[in-house]
């Protein structure tokens, strides 16, 4: 009877298939960016709270933005007890080509070939090849697989970044191999002596990083920093990396927060459309449903249809907006697919196929909520009402 | 009284509409013994359709009682109701309302559904009842695919599907031209008489209330005569215009 049932909900949904169609794409679009947005959301507030780490330092200038670390701080503060490692940030915006569009616009980080792999998380997973490869060439240029897709480059090939504002000169490089799918597939690596070297910007960095032996020891490095520096010219911030990122998410809370409660109104957006298609469906099957009662459905099956019928579309809709947007995640994150304006922060927040799951509970879910109230004028239809009418 | 399979006693039904209590039936009794065929005939408005729907159990009577193969359906639940008509009533509509998705085959199954019964009893009895009504050929055709006569031969054997005690039948003509209106009353008739099916039809339809073994008339929610006035003479009553003949 189930199966049978089941034919007569899936058969009912046919019998308007522009309207269906139309309303499951209308949830399909909506889970899609609900799940994109929710991801991007999860994903800050995870790194916030597992990924940062207690025991790396980061050390920049206290009182001007974009923070400049003077060189001679550097050599001072890396060879201090208790740091294990070290690397420098010098973070530059350039254009990838000559038509200076903004969508043609990459970040890109000068540090220290050495201790690329062990001060960046997410790199421990670099090729080796390609990590020799940097160590030895001074022009090289490791690069995230999003932007390798972009551009169409090779490894071994040359690229120019065109000077977006500083440092005042368009800078050559070889790329010698790709970053690992993840946090940087959209931005690139380059060495900072090359940097140094071709900017003759030598007196500062942006950022230090710093690796020490503990959480106490951190404690430690941060308060004596703090102090020694303070009064200082120009004088140092030091913070945990935890520690920062929990600044910048306190700071971006708000944002966090409105980004929630649009999530929530296309929740409701997506009940209404689908409790407003099913409705128009319930109105214009009032006579069937008079005579599915008369031939014996109690209200609970009739109850029962209308919800199923909701649910089946918005789990559908769920399913395919979730699995459409995870494709489209993945094959931009591993360069398959080119990213555009409209998918490139998939570089920094690819969707995991496990959101599929959660699409098709959700479309579920707005299906059943949304199916509440046609679904209640559904069974309440009153037979003798709806004959007398059409008599 | 193991015969009677509709007893109706003093039976009203009022309706309230806006602020104005519309008394529809006004304490109709009636009788219908097993395997007859009764036509209710009346003016617009005169309550058939009402008195239709309480025995069929889509109704209740807002007073008296209302017992059908045995069971009083007058004071039974939504619930109750619609689990007792699946086995002890067929509905023949006057548009046919069948579901317009399904095929043939799907619509006469329906209220198998309900019952708790093999696949393969359901497929019987369904292809039984299509056999019964000639459809064996147009098992896998949609309604939209069917003429109007091949329709409400489906809703008659939607009708008799699950074997009820009583087939009702709300104008099972109104919607048919000459030919087809005799097919369907013909079929009606041999399923009265062969399955010994006790039919109660409403009709405003002097040849459909012909075929019919007894009249029974209602005029402003009361019954005119259920005793007495032989089917010619309610016949003539009721259709005083009409010059028929009465096959006998």
Not at chain 1, 98 to 103: A, C, G, I, P, Q
Not at chain 2, 96 to 116: D, F, G, K, R, W
Request: with cysteine.
């Amino acid at each position: 009877m189930l199966l049978k049932f089941a034919i007569l909900v899936l058969k009912s949904l046919g019998r308007n298939k522009l309207r269906t169609l139309l309303t499951g794409l209308g949830v399909m679009v909506l889970v899609s960016i609900y799940a994109v947005v929710t991801n991007v959301t999860a994903t800050v507030k995870r790194k916030v709270v597992h990924d940062a780490s207690a025991t790396k330092l980061i050390v920049t200038e206290r009182w001007t933005m974009p923070s400049r670390v003077p060189w001679r701080y550097v050599d001072e503060i890396r060879a201090l007890p208790g740091v294990e490692d070290w690397a420098t940030w010098n973070l530059i915006v350039g254009f990838l080509d000559e038509s200076k569009r903004r969508d043609r616009q990459a970040p890109y980080i000068a540090t220290q070939p050495e201790s690329l792999k062990s001060m960046h998380s997410g790199l421990e997973k670099l090729d080796d090849a390609a990590y020799e490869a940097f160590l030895h060439r001074k022009d090289g240029a490791l690069v995230g697989a999003g932007l390798m897709s972009a551009m169409d480059w090779k490894v071994g090939q040359q690229f120019t970044i065109v000077t977006a504002r500083y440092p005042s000169v368009d800078m050559q490089f070889t790329i010698v191999g790709v970053l690992p799918v993840g946090d940087w597939s959209n931005s690139f690596f380059c060495r900072h002596d090359y940097y140094m070297e071709a900017t003759e910007d030598r007196e500062a960095v942006n950022v230090l990083w710093l690796k020490v032996s503990g959480d106490e020891a951190a404690r430690e490095i941060a308060a004596r920093l703090s102090t020694e520096y303070e009064n200082r010219q120009p004088s140092l911030k030091v913070e945990t990396e935890s520690a920062g990122v929990a600044r910048f998410a306190a700071r971006s809370a708000a944002v966090l927060s409105i980004i929630d409660g649009v999530v929530a109104i296309l929740l409701i957006d997506m009940v209404i459309i689908l409790s407003n298609s099913i409705s128009i469906s319930v109105r214009e099957r009032r006579v069937e449903m008079a005579v599915l009662k008369v031939l014996g459905f109690q209200p609970l099956h009739i109850t029962l249809m209308v919800i199923a019928e909701a649910m089946l579309v918005g789990a559908v809709a769920g399913l395919l907006g979730t699995a459409l947007t995870c494709l489209v995640s993945q094959l931009t994150v591993e360069g398959v697919l080119p990213p555009t304006t409209g998918t490139r922060f998939l570089l920094q927040f690819p969707v995991p196929w496990s959101a599929v799951f959660w699409g098709i509970l959700i479309g579920a879910g707005v299906g059943l909520t949304g199916s509440a109230l046609p679904a209640s004028s559904a069974r309440s239809v009153k037979v003798s009402d709806v004959f007398s009418r059409i008599a | 009284m193991s015969d009677v399979i509709v007893q109706v006693e003093n039976a009203f039904k009022e309706y309230i509409r806006g602020s104005e209590r519309v008394e529809v039936l006004k304490g109709v009794s009636l009788k219908i013994l097993r395997g007859e065929f009764v036509a209710l005939i009346g003016p617009s408005g005169s309550g058939k359709t009402t008195l239709l729907n309480l025995i069929a159990g889509l109704d209740q009577p807002t007073r008296g009682k209302v017992v059908v193969a045995g069971r009083d359906i007058s004071r039974m639940s939504e619930s109750e109701l619609a689990r007792w008509r699946t086995t002890a009533i067929g509905f023949v509509f006057q548009f046919y309302h069948l579901i317009p998705v399904l095929t043939a085959y799907e619509n006469v199954e329906m209220p198998l559904l309900l019952l708790n019964m093999s696949a393969r009893r359901r497929r019987e009895q369904t292809l039984t009842a299509l056999h019964l009504v000639g459809l064996s050929h147009r098992l896998t055709h949609r309604p939209g695919q069917l003429s109007g006569g091949e329709q409400q031969r489906v809703g008659i054997a939607r009708a008799l599907v699950t074997d009820p005690a009583l087939v009702v039948a709300d104008e099972p003509t109104g919607d048919l031209d000459g030919r087809k209106k005799e097919e369907i009353l013909d079929l009606l008739q041999s399923l009265q008489e062969g399955l010994n099916k006790t039919i109660l039809m409403v009709t405003h339809d002097h040849v459909a209330a012909a075929r019919a073994h007894r009249l029974l008339r209602i005029s402003d929610g009361r019954l005119l005569e259920e005793h007495g006035d032989s089917r010619d003479e309610a016949l003539a009553k009721a259709f005083p215009d009409a010059r028929i003949r009465i096959a006998q």
